[in-house]
């Protein structure tokens, strides 16, 4: 469902040089796979999501997520393809500290239909154990609970591909197997393609499948292959 | 959940900065609010003044100065004209078109209010405010026969503490310096308030008026004789006497004039003959009134209300650079929201209606805020003017304020709204919030 083809992207330095990040002649992702993607800081791994999300172009190269190639679209129909079809777990969370856990949710509904589900919202965040937070705000939420949110969010729109930027990043080691089960569970039963970004090989050893992004290239780790989740 | 929810949760984040800003907006509108009532009650206080007769006739002169004079008991009298006049005007050719002609004298104070000579006609036969018949709020209108009758307006019988039965002794010309006559007048009635300038003058019988006016200018006249005499001139007094018999007995200040509807137009016609002749002039009071007020108050109301517009507009400003300012603490927040699938459009139009909501809180603070300080002043603005200041007083010019505030909002907000429209997602993302 996720085909990347022939992607370069470089960043412009401040003498006007370019500064390759990637350059990736192929990466494919099935419908309902899992898999982690590992690398060193800087190596482009969250620039590699933002393309992936349309958040950032590409130099040159294609992105294409269910047989649509995003590259191609224009910016407002590929933020309305993103808001329908690709849920978003960032590192840091991001949620929007004005808004309750729910309204959270249902923000997130709004900018992809325009017309939130309240009964759907409420059973993600029922899913992922928040039934009884649902009206606090972030600042009234534990790190866990945040970013459990943070996944309810992802998923509100029923995507076909969720990524996930080192989701257990800020999250306490108590909690970091929890947000990863939540993320893998959630997504297998709601048949979502997972591209999970970390830089951590206890987390990765988790996965079915685990490329490893170097010298911004993208390579298959034949290792990590065979391991179960 | 609504874009404007959204917006509005914005607002409540920045809480304090946000009732800041309606606070400036809601004073800049306040006053746009209180420029307009105030010269809504100005406005009324001239008009109503000029209703109940259609024509005022007096001496030749200014007419600006006749209407001062007799509606507004302002200014001195242009002059006099014969009382053959009067009896012309009811008994003469034009005698079926006039409705009710009442004479009014002037030339008496007392306590600075005006003392006008009259008939008891005035509250019979004369209306205010449209078709308002003239009420008495203790005893009765004087009769003809009693010629030291008075009837005071209410605010002129509260300032003056007069009271039914009261008597008082009117002071010849404008009251300082002027000779007090030793006749009194008693009060007969107190008039209900009219929010009219007849709230705020003395109505005596004209016989009585006429009798000290000329016991005054007798002995006027009679001190200026023995000066005379006193240097050495020849004696003045019977001449003097005379010319007062002759030429000031039986001359009125003005008369209010109601001419009859059917056929129309007859009081242009009845204008025009007045003006044509030698003795006298008349004015339509309304159109007087309306050019004085146009001409003085009517500008210093533009004035007054470009100075309003401009408080509104640098409040406005307010509002952009308060929104300006947290945008650089909101760029993480749009990133995500442009994250989540808003589009540029969507967040430009959540600062846009941001913008636009804490301008129109800030217009309903103002017009609360205008007309309950109106409302609160109203006691001081009914005792100046006589007009009676509701809560609810609302203009309908102030029925633009609000698509005015949401053409300013949408101005001062455009400028961070494009900031927000440009946010480099990618780039905000990374930014730790």
Known sequence: MLHLKDLKKAFRQPDGTALPVLDIPEFRVATGEQMVLVGRSGCGKTTLLHIIAGISRPDSGKVRIDDWDITLMPEAECDRFRAERIGYVFQTFNLLAGFTALENVLLSMRFARGRPDKNRARQLLNRVGLGHRMTHRPAQLSVGEQQRVAVARALANKPHLLLADEPTANVDAGHQQQILDLIRQTSQEENVALVMVTHSNEVAAQFPRLDRLEEFNLVVADGAKEKGT | ?433
């Open chain 2, 1 to 433: 959940m609504s874009l404007w929810k959204v917006a509005w949760r914005s607002i409540q984040q920045r809480a304090l900065v946000s009732l800041l800003t309606v606070l400036s907006m809601g004073l800049g509108v306040a006053l746009v609010v209180a420029v307009l009532v105030v010269y809504s009650v100005v406005y009324q206080s001239f008009r109503r003044g000029g209703e109940g007769y259609d024509l005022i006739v007096g001496a030749k002169g200014g007419k600006e100065q006749l209407v001062l004079n007799t509606v507004f008991y302002l200014s001195q009298p242009v002059g006099n004209i014969p009382s053959s006049f009067y009896e012309e005007l009811t008994e003469g050719k034009f005698a079926a078109d006039v409705e009710a002609a009442i004479p009014v004298c002037m030339g008496h104070t007392y306590q600075g209010f005006r003392v006008v000579g009259t008939v008891p006609e005035m509250f019979t036969e004369l209306k205010y405010q449209g078709d308002k018949s003239y009420e008495f709020a203790a005893g009765e209108n004087f009769k003809a026969e009693n010629h030291f009758d008075a009837v005071v307006g209410a605010t002129a019988a509260a300032k003056a503490g007069l009271q039914v039965g009261d008597k008082f002794q009117a002071v010849h010309g404008s009251g300082e310096g002027g000779v007090v006559h030793k006749e009194s007048f008693r009060v007969a009635g107190v008039l209900a308030p009219t929010s009219t300038p007849m709230d705020r003058a003395i109505y005596v019988n004209m016989e009585g008026f006429q009798d000290i006016h000329h016991g005054a200018e007798d002995e006027a006249a009679h001190e200026k004789q023995e000066k005379h005499e006193t240097h050495g001139l020849p004696a003045k007094h019977g001449k003097a006497k005379k010319h007062l018999t002759e030429d000031e007995h039986g001359q009125i200040t003005a008369i209010l004039l109601c001419i009859r509807q059917v056929p129309p137009g007859r009081a242009d016609v009845v204008a025009k003959w007045i003006n044509d002749g030698k003795v006298a002039q008349a004015v339509v009071p309304g159109r007087v009134i309306v050019e004085l007020f146009e001409g003085i108050v009517g500008k210093l109301q533009w004035i007054l209300l470009g100075m309003a517009v401009l408080t509104v507009i640098e409040a406005g400003i307010g509002i952009m650079v308060s929104i300006y300012n947290s945008m650089s603490d909101r760029r993480h927040e749009i990133a995500v929201m442009r994250a989540l699938g808003a589009s540029r459009v969507i967040v430009m139009l959540i600062i846009l209606m941001e913008s636009i909501l804490l301008s129109l809180m800030g217009g309903a603070a103002g017009v609360l805020l205008g007309h309950g300080m109106t409302w609160i002043c109203s006691p001081w603005i009914t005792d100046w003017t006589g007009v009676v200041v509701d809560l609810l007083q609302f203009q309908t010019i102030e029925l633009i304020l609000i698509p005015g505030l949401v053409v300013l909002a949408s101005a001062v907000g455009y400028l961070p709204a494009l900031s927000a429209y440009r946010t480099d997602v990618a780039r905000s993302l990374i930014t730790t919030p």
